[in-house]
Nanobody, 122 residues
Framework: QVQLVESGGGLVQAGGSLRLSCAASGSILSIDAMAWYRQAPGKQRERVALITSTDITNYADSAKGRFTISRDNAKNTVYLQMNSLKPEDTAVYYC????????????????WGQGTQVTVSS
C-alpha cells in the first residue's frame, strides 16, 4: 500500500513564506512525476507546480518567481517552498505522485495526499 503524507501548512501573513513537504511511503518501486495542486473554496483544483523524475519543473503562472518545487529521491519526498505569499494563495494544497508500486507489474498509478490547509492573511 502506498500513501502520501503532507505537512507544513498553516497560517501566515501576506508576504511570508511556508514550506510544504510530502513524503511517499509503502511498497514503492519507483516514482515518476510529483506535483502540488491546490483547491480554493468554490474553485476547481489547479496544478501549482510539477517536477519530473529528471528534475524538470513546470509552474503555474501564478506560482512563477515565488514558488519552488524540489524533490529528494532518497526520501521519496517532494517539497514546495512558497515565498511572497498572497491572500489569493489561500487553499488546500494536495500532493500528487505517479508511482510504480512493487509487485503490480510495469504500471504507474496516481496517488494523492490528504491535503494541507494554507491560509494567507492580508
Amino acid at each position: 500500500q502506498v500513501q502520501l503524507v503532507e505537512s507544513g501548512g498553516g497560517l501566515v501573513q501576506a508576504g511570508g513564506s511556508l514550506r510544504l513537504s510530502c513524503a511517499a511511503s509503502g511498497s514503492i518501486l519507483s516514482i515518476d512525476a510529483m506535483a502540488w495542486y491546490r483547491q480554493a473554496p468554490g474553485k476547481q483544483r489547479e496544478r501549482v507546480a510539477l517536477i519530473t523524475s529528471t528534475d524538470i519543473t513546470n509552474y503555474a503562472d501564478s506560482a512563477k518567481g515565488r514558488f519552488t518545487i524540489s524533490r529528494d529521491n532518497a526520501k521519496n519526498t517532494v517539497y514546495l517552498q512558497m515565498n511572497s505569499l498572497k491572500p489569493e494563495d489561500t487553499a488546500v494544497y494536495y500532493c500528487f505522485a505517479n508511482i510504480r508500486p512493487i509487485g503490480i507489474g510495469a504500471y504507474y498509478y496516481d496517488y494523492w495526499g490528504q491535503g494541507t490547509q494554507v491560509t494567507v492573511s492580508s
